[in-house]
């Protein structure tokens, strides 16, 4: 559903918003055009990998692996992740060296593999998987968010630390070879939780309380069993598609107009949030900057009036104040971005975003797209006054 409602995004209408931001080009990019399956299907979801690696997830092009230690990016794909025509909507990793993939079930993917063809493990045939969360409590190896609510696998399903995965005779993972296989895993595949429920996002709080986005608002799950009821139920008839926890407990929740942000104290039953930012977009990704606490907010259009404004970044002092600043900055200005990532550092090759310095990834309409942090910054403290890009 998910990824019915992200592929919907361009046929929202347009009319401007009057808005002038720095608008910041990348320094290199992948997919960039509708030859290349990434542009032409767009990245839906992003996780960071050692060694300069993005894995990156595109709607109906399966499972990609990009290469960032050289000047021009190569890019890896897993072609068979998934079958022909299907998309990979989510990712989490895990403990063991393996990439949990979600869209038409999950499948345990060795990204150290240089197998064009690998396909994964297949641990689940749960259709409609929209997010993926690792190890969010003892016991439990991963939580799932589909259309048809939460799912858990315990650890034994999604233990990818021994490298051939088989089914024994108690439904646990075994190991004994030295490759992940192809093999169908049957797991411990737990009862539906929020049963009637979308689950769009997941997210672990500091306090060890798991978050659902949902398409009837924020649900707080201070245990992860049927038996317990949600501690509290926020923004209620909300479509919530994006979530990320604050170092200070609070939470930001991205729904199909702005989002929304939660002190830790907002986050009880009848809690409200603070503050709402870019109203009239629909919100797919979020991520703070590190150190200064800027905020990035990937979006697209979705309320009438609005258009296609690519990725937000509001200073700290400005999503945080009272009422809330515009944002400054623009990344893909005019795109729609679905994902956004944090590399530690850029691949050794770029004279630009390399050298130590940390990178932002982009991921939506026009494929990926890395930014240089420092250069972003500066873009930040300059302000817009001047330099204004009309989104």
């Keep these: 559903m998910l990824a019915l409602l992200l592929l919907l995004v361009p046929l929202q209408c347009c009319a401007a918003n009057s808005v002038a ?91 150290s593999t240089r197998s064009a063809n690998f396909e994964g493990t297949s641990v689940s045939e749960i259709s409609g998987v929209n997010a993926l969360l690792a190890s969010p409590s003892p016991g439990i190896g991963l939580a799932i968010g589909a259309d048809s609510g939460l799912h858990l696998l315990g650890e034994d399903a999604v233990d990818c630390s021994a490298p051939l995965l088989t089914r024994s005779a108690n439904s646990t993972l075994m190991s004994n070879d030295s490759d992940l296989q192809n093999e169908s895993v049957a797991g411990m595949l737990s009862p539906g939780l929020l049963p009637g429920r979308f689950v769009y996002a997941l997210v672990q709080l500091p306090s060890g309380e798991i978050v659902a986005g949902t398409d009837d608002g924020i649900w707080i799950l201070s245990r992860l069993d049927v038996k317990v009821a949600p501690s509290a139920v926020l923004a209620p008839g909300s479509h919530v598609a994006s979530l990320l926890p604050l170092p200070g407990g609070g939470l930001v929740a991205g729904t199909l107009n702005g989002a929304l942000i939660f002190r830790s104290q907002d986050l009880r039953p009848g809690g409200r949030p603070r503050a709402t930012l870019a109203k009239g977009s629909a919100i797919w990704g979020i991520l703070l900057l590190p150190d200064d606490d800027g905020l990035l907010l990937g979006t697209s259009s979705w309320s009438a009036g609005s258009k296609d404004r690519g990725a937000l970044l509001f200073s700290a002092s400005a999503w945080q104040s009272t009422p809330p600043a515009e944002p400054s900055v623009a990344l893909s200005a005019g795109a729609v971005v679905w994902a956004l990532a944090l590399l530690p550092h850029g691949g050794s090759g770029f004279s630009i975003g390399g050298a130590g310095g940390a990178s932002v990834v982009v991921g939506g309409s026009r494929g990926v797209e890395l930014f240089d942090l420092a250069d972003l910054r500066t873009k930040v403290e300059l302000g817009y006054a001047s330099w204004g890009v009309a989104l």
């Design 21 to 111: 931001l720095r608008e910041v080009v990348p320094y290199a990019s992948a997919g960039s055009g509708t030859e290349d399956p990434l542009g032409a299907f767009g990245a839906a979801a992003l996780l960071s990998l050692p060694s300069d690696g993005l894995a990156v997830a595109s709607f109906g092009a399966g499972l990609w692996v990009l290469e960032l230690a050289t000047p021009h990016i190569r890019a890896r794909r897993h072609r068979s992740v998934l079958s022909p025509g299907h998309s990979a909507t989510s990712l989490a990793s895990l403990p063991g060296g393996c990439l949990a993939v979600g869209g038409d079930g999950v499948r345990l993917v060795n990204t």
